[in-house]
């Protein structure tokens, strides 16, 4: 492994995809050699299930998959599509897509863990409504540092993170578009938590802002934490961007310093 430079872009996502990824474009346009870039949950379409729905689009032929990897290709970048919304034989999956250098498909992760929760105005979000769980964890390779992929609610379940660190996962990518108000209190404790437990680099990358057709407000905060538990970079509650490197030298020392992944006994 040799170190990283990371950027992870918290945008606050409307109903129009072809704005949403113009001022995603233009961020990404302003990083400078960045090896891998992280975007957040439904980066490019935030609204209802009807709206999910009808811009869900095949993997990995889609459209917003040609336009990111197009990007991916003429930066030489890695890039994390957060999320966006498959069509697959007729069922609907929340769908991170990996994009390499190259500009060519690395890994394809479903949703597993959906969401579910009535919030204080008696709202329910209930993702099973429209999407259908995926069965997989995925485990890739990003230039020598082995991955784990996730979305958003998949952060409460800390056994997918074990499986993925029992398998020498170095790095956690945890795309999101947690709601403010479990986002105030929980979002840094889980996260942190995911890092500490793994001694992993873990990398989230949240919405902000308001979904402009069903009212509910994203918590941003996006954050990169490192195998300590110690926030290495962390944005507010407004769209933009945080950069940052993650280094072998530190996961070595800390995992050298308290070797807890060697002792564990129960799978």
């Not at 099973?128 to 997989?136: E, P, Q, R, V």
């Not at 991955?147 to 609610?153: A, D, E, F, K, V």
């Not at 929980?186 to 793994?198: G, K, M």
């Not at 919405?207 to 509910?216: A, D, E, F, L, S």
Request: hydrophobic share 45%.
């Amino acid at each position: 492994m040799h170190p990283l430079k990371v950027a992870m872009i918290q945008n606050s996502a409307g109903a129009d995809a072809s704005a949403n990824l113009a001022w995603i474009e233009r961020q990404l346009r302003r990083l400078a050699d960045i090896d891998l870039a992280v975007l957040p949950e439904v980066f490019a379409l935030r609204g209802s299930d009807d709206d999910y729905r009808n811009a869900a689009e095949k993997v990995p032929e889609g459209p917003t998959i040609r336009r990111m990897a197009a990007w991916a290709r003429k930066q030489k970048c890695w890039l994390l599509l957060g999320s966006l919304i498959e069509r697959k034989r007729g069922k609907f999956y929340n769908t991170s897509v990996l994009i390499n250098r190259r500009g060519a498909i690395a890994a394809i992760y479903r949703k597993i863990h959906l969401f579910e929760a009535q919030l204080d105005n008696g709202q329910v979000i209930r993702e099973k409504d429209i999407y259908t769980a995926g069965s997989k964890p995925v485990l890739v390779d990003i230039e020598g540092w082995k991955t784990g992929l996730s979305i958003c609610y998949d952060l409460r379940f800390p056994e997918l993170f074990r499986q993925y660190s029992k398998h020498g996962a170095a790095l956690m990518l945890i795309p999101a578009n947690f709601t403010q108000r479990t986002g105030r209190a929980h979002w840094e404790t889980l996260v942190r938590a995911r890092a500490i437990e793994n001694q992993c680099f873990v990398v989230a990358a949240n919405q902000c802002g308001i979904n402009p057709k069903t009212g509910v407000a994203s918590h941003g905060n996006s954050m990169a934490v490192g195998p300590w538990g110690e926030v290495m970079a962390q944005a507010a509650d407004r769209p933009g961007c945080r950069s940052f490197a993650i280094c072998p030298e530190e996961l070595k020392r800390i995992r050298t310093a308290i070797p807890v992944l060697t002792h564990r006994v129960l799978a």
